[in-house]
């Protein structure tokens, strides 16, 4: 799962580069992403949709009260004051369950004013083991 946080006006070129950055940064595939997840209120951004079209994924949004649930390493003000939650791409990563692969990386959107976060959750492992689904991808 690839949790994705991104100002308005991020482009889908900004959002997919910190994707496969961070991917790659993993030694994760891309083939791994199943869905880009957000909070709902960014659900429909043209940077997160056009990225999860290059990706071939839907994009899920959640309701900020639920991601605000979420625990999360890194929460951020900034997003509470925007969104109403502490944290966008880690808890949108977590929010299904799971173990957190790579904390929030954050990437400045060229040209525009923009922000672009992106986390990644690794779901279905046994044991707790992260390890686990990265062995299937490689």
């Known amino acids: 799962m690839v949790g994705i946080g991104a100002r308005r006006g991020a482009s889908a070129e900004d959002v997919s580069a910190l994707v496969e950055a961070t991917l790659r940064g ?3 595939p891309p083939l ?3 869905e ?3 909070v709902a209120a960014k659900a429909a951004e043209p940077g997160i949709l056009g990225a999860a079209e290059r990706l071939g994924v839907p994009v899920r949004g959640y309701a900020a009260e639920l991601l605000a649930g ?3 390493p890194h929460p951020s003000d900034a997003a509470l004051a925007a969104v109403g939650t502490p ?3 880690e808890a949108a990563a977590l929010a299904g369950g799971g173990v ?5 990386r954050t990437a400045r959107s060229g040209g525009a004013p923009g922000t672009v ?3 990644v959750a690794c779901r279905g492992h046994p044991e707790g083991d992260p ?3 990265r062995s299937l991808w490689t």
Do not use: I
């Open 26 to 28: 993993a030694g994760l």
């Open 32 to 34: 791994a992403v199943v």
């Open 36 to 38: 880009l997840a957000t």
């Open 70 to 72: 979420v625990r999360v």
């Open 87 to 89: 944290s966008v791409a």
């Open 100 to 104: 957190l692969l790579v904390p929030k």
């Open 117 to 119: 976060t992106c986390a």
């Open 131 to 133: 390890e686990w689904n």
